[in-house]
């Protein structure tokens, strides 16, 4: 069975452009998950749908960052202007029933902003 | 507000050793617990779940948990290097988005 699938791997991009990653949760998983990893502050979640539906994004650092799900087998995050302090490795996660349920990640996206 | 606390570590064991792991956490209302394992430039990897106290054993991972004492820990029996890797305690409860402790790194030497 296929995993979670992100796109890019790696990003490099220069500050003010807009970065977009991509993510597809495994199949029949309800709940899609977005993380940032960086070694200052570890894995910190970002923003969580369920069923499509944005729950809670109190993570999303700012308004810089968005992210959409426009349906159950898609989701985008969007930073835009991007900054040097937005480099980290994004992760996608997905779970099937509940966000209490184990989450299964992908391999994330290297974004490093110059 | 929810607090996951573990050794940065590293934790350093000899090959065949066990490696204990612990991690602390403030929520009582925390419902499910979770290790996860993630290799040096890896994804998070789930190796572990447990919802009640006391022990539960998956070949050579043994996780515990105590409710009463706040705190949940990974026994890893006859080590191996290939273990070696950073370990993430994972807790949630209710509604509240699962929270991440920062890890535990691990080293296992031949």
């Known amino acids: 069975d296929a995993g979670v699938i992100q796109s890019p791997r790696h990003e490099v991009t220069e500050m003010g452009q807009e970065v977009t990653l991509r993510c597809k949760p495994i199949?029949?998983?309800?709940?899609l998950f977005w993380y940032r990893q960086t070694m200052m502050r570890g894995l910190e979640l970002l923003i969580y749908f369920n069923n499509n539906v944005p729950i809670d994004d109190s993570g999303m650092p700012e308004d810089r960052f968005s992210a959409k799900m426009p349906n159950a087998s898609f989701s985008t995050l969007k930073i835009q202007p991007s900054e040097p302090r937005d480099s980290a490795v994004y992760f996608c996660?997905?779970?099937?029933?509940?966000?209490?349920?184990?989450?299964?990640f992908g391999d994330g996206t290297r974004l490093s902003i110059l | 507000q929810k607090e996951v606390e573990q050794n940065s570590g590293p934790l350093s064991v000899p090959e065949g050793a066990i490696a204990s792991l612990n991690c602390t956490y403030s929520?009582?209302?925390?419902?499910?617990f979770f290790w996860y394992r993630q290799y040096s430039g890896k994804s998070p990897e789930l190796i572990m779940s447990i919802y009640s106290n006391g022990d539960k054993e998956d070949g050579r991972f043994t996780a515990q948990l105590n409710k009463a004492s706040q705190y949940v820990s990974l026994l890893i029996r006859d080590s191996q290097p290939s273990d070696s890797a950073t370990y993430l305690c994972v807790l949630s409860g209710g509604s509240y988005i699962p929270t991440f402790g920062r890890g535990t790194s691990l080293i296992v030497h031949p």
């Open positions: 996660a997905s779970s099937q029933t509940g966000v209490n349920q184990p989450q299964h």
């Open positions: 199949s029949g998983h309800d709940y």
């Open positions: 929520d009582r209302g925390s419902q499910s």
